[in-house]
């Protein structure tokens, strides 16, 4: 069936999913295949759960006309996506960067709902599957929508935009991560940047942050709307408060023109995440007090920076993903905070390939010079070094389970960052 003809079923069940474990009634189910499943032989399930239609790519599998062969149906839902993207005459703002890209999303989302119909991908389902379920996700009630891309190989932003269409763009920054992928970090200046070309070749809109030469040298000649603290900015901003929480003041390009936003964001290096979605807002329309609002209102969670008061001591939980400029940052900011009895927990960071030994010990050196009372290292990148320094290593988590049982912690400001396989959140209990 081609993409066109099966856009008509698509527009009577708008409702798209791949898991048939959450099948809706009237939805369509996609059976994509995985490392360890294949979708296709849980389709009859999900047709028995009330979906509509399920897209297959095995003919052992139909037994009715409520299954749809097709010859890949990955590709099948991304030529959907693509197709439907064609159908919309909206601005779509792609997002991407090494950090800091999902919650710039989440806080542009916000402000943008203060005004309009805004969708947003949801999570960071920002991959070759998300992206397009992120557009099917879209209704004619849409106004904006906003879409993450993630990537961890060369050439798969420059994919996700021939998808997703985005007709502005913007790069939170570029740092090592996913070295393992992109082979360099070179690489992941060529990927990311993919985003920028395509802006810059289909006349779109670029949002630049003004203090960042890479992005700025990335962006060449190109007419950007700028944000920074430097006064040449569109959005000029400063923290004003790096506490717990931060507060920031800001002023566009009029004079004496100063806001002041109190966020639930913590660490100055939220800074720039604030002010790209000040300057989305401002593009759009929005008064001052709609971003405020917006910005005020957003509450990270799902282990994104939160403060955690467990019965015995206070956690910065930050440990839904890690690589070596956000660890860096995290453990900066910490440190920053001159909390009393301040201890660091640190989970390996992975994916960084051959460069793994070096940006690991990178990390344990920096804690050195950061006045932690405590440092608990987990992992094997990390339990490497054990014999050389004088923190406490742990193989795996478990070990350190066992050593927080016998070695409870009391009254302490803990610092928790590591990257998401390393399910640091079992540690929560323990403190």
Same mark, same amino acid.
């Given at each position: 069936m081609k993409s066109e003809d099966f856009y008509k079923i698509y527009l009577q069940y708008p409702q798209i999913c791949t898991d048939s474990r959450k099948v809706q009634p009237g939805c369509l189910y996609f059976s994509l295949k995985g490392d360890h499943f294949d979708g296709n032989f849980f389709a009859a399930d999900a047709l028995a759960k009330g979906s509509a239609y399920a897209i297959v790519d095995d003919l052992s599998v139909v037994a009715d006309h409520r299954y749809i062969l097709v010859p890949d149906v990955l590709g099948f839902l991304q030529d959907i996506a693509s197709f439907h993207r064609s159908k919309l005459s909206i601005p779509v703002i792609g997002l991407t960067?090494?950090?800091?890209?999902?919650?710039?999303?989440?806080?542009?989302?916000?402000?943008?709902?203060?005004?309009?119909?805004?969708?947003?991908?949801?999570?960071?389902?920002?991959?070759?599957?998300?992206?397009?379920?992120?557009?099917?996700?879209?209704?004619?009630?849409?106004?904006?929508?906003?879409?993450?891309?993630?990537?961890?190989?060369?050439?798969?932003?420059?994919? *996700?935009?021939?998808?997703? &269409?985005?007709?502005?763009?913007?790069?939170? #920054?570029?740092?090592?991560? =996913? @070295?393992? $992928?992109?082979?360099?970090?070179?690489?992941?200046?060529?990927?990311?940047?993919?985003?920028?070309?395509?802006?810059?070749?289909?006349?779109?809109?670029?949002?630049?942050?003004?203090?960042?030469?890479?992005?700025?040298?990335?962006?060449?000649?190109?007419?950007?709307?700028?944000?920074?603290?430097?006064?040449?900015?569109?959005?000029?901003?400063?923290?004003?408060?790096?506490?717990?929480? *931060?507060?920031?003041?800001? &002023?566009?390009?009029?004079?004496?023109?100063? #806001?002041?936003?109190?966020? =639930? @964001?913590? $660490?100055?290096?939220?800074?720039?995440?604030?002010?790209?979605?000040?300057?989305?807002?401002?593009?759009?329309?929005?008064?001052?007090?709609?971003?405020?609002?917006?910005?005020?209102?957003y509450v990270p969670d799902n282990m994104r920076s939160q403060w955690i008061q467990t019965r015995d001591n206070v956690l910065f939980f930050d440990a839904y993903n890690a690589n070596p400029s956000s660890m860096a940052l995290a453990i900066d900011h910490f440190a920053s905070l001159s909390l009393p009895h301040s201890v660091a927990i640190l989970g390996d960071m992975f994916e960084l390939g051959s460069h793994s030994a070096d940006e690991h010990l990178k990390i344990i050196q920096r804690t050195d010079q950061s006045g932690f009372e405590k440092v608990l290292f987990a992992g094997q990148q990390f339990y490497q070094f054990a014999p050389d320094f004088q923190h406490l290593f742990f193989e795996n988590l478990n070990n350190l389970k066992d050593y927080l049982v016998q070695n409870q912690l009391k009254g302490s400001n803990v610092l928790i960052k590591g990257s998401r396989g390393m399910q640091l959140e079992q540690l929560v209990g323990y403190l």
């Open positions: 960067g090494t950090n800091g890209k999902t919650t710039t999303k989440e806080l542009i989302h916000s402000v943008l709902k203060q005004k309009y119909k805004a969708v947003a991908t949801s999570g960071n389902l920002n991959n070759h599957i998300g992206v397009p379920i992120t557009l099917l996700s879209t209704d004619p009630t849409t106004e904006i929508l906003i879409v993450e891309m993630g990537a961890n190989h060369p050439g798969e932003i420059a994919f *996700l935009c021939n998808i997703a &269409k985005p007709t502005i763009g913007l790069i939170t #920054n570029i740092g090592k991560a =996913h @070295l393992e $992928g992109f082979g360099s970090f070179e690489g992941v200046i060529q990927t990311k940047n993919e985003l920028y070309t395509w802006i810059k070749h289909n006349e779109g809109k670029l949002f630049v942050n003004e203090d960042d030469q890479l992005l700025k040298k990335l962006v060449e000649d190109y007419p950007c709307f700028t944000y920074g603290t430097s006064k040449l900015a569109d959005i000029c901003g400063l923290a004003a408060n790096q506490e717990r929480y *931060l507060s920031i003041r800001w &002023k566009t390009r009029e004079p004496d023109d100063f #806001n002041n936003i109190h966020s =639930h @964001l913590t $660490g100055g290096y939220n800074l720039y995440n604030i002010l790209a979605a000040i300057s989305i807002g401002t593009h759009f329309g929005l008064s001052k007090d709609q971003i405020r609002s917006g910005i005020e209102s």
